[in-house]
């Protein structure tokens, strides 16, 4: 298997199935960020042209992977490992990733979930980067996995530019940065 481009009308269809409306922006601003080339979309895809896995990343010194998702029917199978190491492969000089943190909901299966992504980016060379950030208001842990993790300083306009806003204007708003 490997990793392919493939066009956002592919696979918007996925990201309905496996990320809640509020986790995604409107489908106008998705297609308009895919087709300025900001973002990029990409599949793992079984030998009859199944969707395996997919991620959408934006491309960087650091890459952010903005949504990563397995087919649900072959989860714990190796294939979100696998999705991994190819855009390891992909952005050579690292990937950031975000995760919703546990403690952020009360809700035992939410905790369990973000406990589940947290632990599985660890067994693929992620770690916790040691900055407080916020998402939309949510506080989310940053991961990253490379040879040289950003300095918090840079984090905050890599995440606010993957958003589609630079540090300081109306588009920061979306997210927050600060060092622990």
Same mark, same amino acid.
């Given at each position: 298997?490997?990793?392919?481009?493939?066009?956002?009308? %592919?696979?918007?269809?996925?990201?309905?199935?496996?990320? !809640?409306? &509020?986790?995604?922006?409107?489908?106008?601003?998705?297609? *308009?960020?895919?087709?300025? +080339?900001?973002?990029?979309?990409?599949?793992?895809?079984? =030998?009859? /042209?199944? @969707?395996?896995?997919?991620? &959408?990343? &934006?491309?960087?010194?650091?890459? &952010?992977?903005?949504?990563?998702?397995?087919?649900?029917?072959?989860? *714990?199978?190796? @294939?979100? +490992?696998?999705? $991994? +190491?190819?855009?390891?492969?992909?952005?050579?000089? /690292?990937?950031?990733?975000?995760? =919703?943190?546990? %403690?952020?909901?009360?809700?035992?299966?939410?905790?369990?979930?973000?406990?589940?992504? $947290?632990?599985?980016?660890?067994?693929?060379?992620? %770690? @916790?980067?040691?900055? =407080?950030?916020?998402?939309?208001? $949510?506080?989310?842990?940053?991961?990253?996995? +490379?040879?040289?993790?950003?300095? *918090?300083?840079?984090? =905050?306009?890599?995440?606010?530019?993957?958003?589609?806003?630079? !540090?300081? *204007?109306?588009?920061?708003?979306?997210?927050?940065?600060?060092?622990?």
């Amino acid at each position: 298997m490997a990793l392919t481009k493939v066009k956002l009308k %592919e696979l918007y269809p996925f990201l309905r199935r496996d990320f !809640p409306t &509020v986790e995604r922006p409107p489908r106008h601003i998705f297609y *308009s960020r895919v087709k300025k +080339g900001l973002w990029e979309c990409t599949a793992l895809k079984a =030998e009859d /042209g199944t @969707i395996q896995a997919y991620a &959408v990343t &934006v491309a960087g010194d650091v890459a &952010v992977v903005l949504y990563l998702a397995v087919n649900p029917a072959i989860r *714990s199978q190796g @294939i979100g +490992g696998k999705m $991994i +190491g190819l855009l390891k492969e992909r952005y050579g000089d /690292g990937l950031l990733v975000e995760v =919703e943190k546990v %403690e952020e909901t009360d809700n035992a299966f939410q905790q369990h979930q973000r406990q589940r992504r $947290i632990d599985f980016y660890k067994r693929h060379g992620f %770690e @916790i980067l040691p900055v =407080e950030y916020w998402l939309f208001g $949510i506080g989310m842990h940053l991961m990253f996995c +490379g040879e040289n993790p950003p300095a *918090s300083g840079e984090i =905050e306009g890599i995440m606010c530019r993957a958003y589609g806003g630079r !540090p300081g *204007s109306k588009g920061a708003r979306c997210c927050r940065c600060i060092a622990k």
